[in-house]
């Protein structure tokens, strides 16, 4: 069974840089033709899909914020990495990464980690 | 830009049907997925390509797409189906409605 963790800083000045990574475990990051995504949710709020990657590094992006979004991938370590720049209050929310199908046309999420509240406050 | 509009609340007796719905221009013209999260909890899929069941999802969750609404259907709902619900599809880039809060009471 696939299962996924973020892991990261939980609180982050503004104007600074989020930074998130996702431990795959129970398969490899490489193995099929899954994408592998960054997911946030606001506080009392709906879910909002920030990106996603492949292992071999190709990326996609919300174009919402796509000017402040990166996401990256190590094989090596079976993780992928979310870094988010100048951040305000607007970006304190709890991110999940998850699992990613591969076709856009039929694009789901069918595993999901626990989710790591980050906090942008002084 | 493309919406998925749901009502933000939904109440149903235990063992009665709810049907949480999910409107957004030719929707049915798209693959709908729909997730469950409980409250502190991870969203779960429970419906993709608009009727398909992810295995160990209960056959009594069932996802229908025409027109423009989707659908989820719980039959025979139980104390345990209480929690917010998400649908998303693809539309240029990936999109979720705002969530349906189910009550069971």
């Known amino acids: 069974q696939v299962q996924l963790q973020e892991s990261g800083p939980g609180l982050v000045k503004p104007s600074q840089t989020l930074s998130l990574t996702c431990t795959v475990s129970g398969g490899s990051i490489s193995s099929g033709s899954y994408y592998w995504s960054w997911i946030r949710q606001p506080a009392g709020k709906g879910l909002e899909w920030i990106g996603r990657i492949y292992s071999r590094g190709s990326t996609n992006y919300n174009s919402s914020l796509k000017s402040r979004v990166t996401i990256s991938v190590d094989t090596s370590k079976n993780q992928f990495s979310l870094k988010l720049n100048s951040v305000t209050a607007a970006d304190t929310a709890v991110y999940y990464c998850?699992?990613?199908?591969?076709?856009?046309?039929?694009?789901?999420?069918?595993?999901w980690g626990q989710g790591a509240l980050v906090t942008v406050s002084s | 830009s493309y919406e998925l509009s749901q009502p933000p609340s939904l109440s149903v007796s235990p063992g009665q049907t709810a049907s949480i719905t999910c409107s957004g221009d030719?929707?049915?013209?798209?693959?709908a997925s729909w997730y469950q999260q409980r409250p502190g909890q991870s969203p779960v899929l429970v419906i993709y390509e608009d009727n398909k069941r992810p295995s160990g999802i209960p056959e009594r969750f069932s996802g229908s797409n025409s027109g423009n609404t989707a659908t989820l259907t719980i039959s025979g709902t139980q104390a345990m189906d209480e929690a917010d619900y998400y649908c998303?599809?693809?539309?240029?880039?990936?999109?979720f409605g705002g969530g349906t809060k189910l009550t069971v009471l």
């Open positions: 998850a699992r990613t199908t591969p076709d856009w046309t039929t694009v789901s999420f069918d595993y």
């Open positions: 998303q599809t693809w539309a240029i880039t990936v999109i």
């Open positions: 030719k929707l049915g013209e798209k693959y």
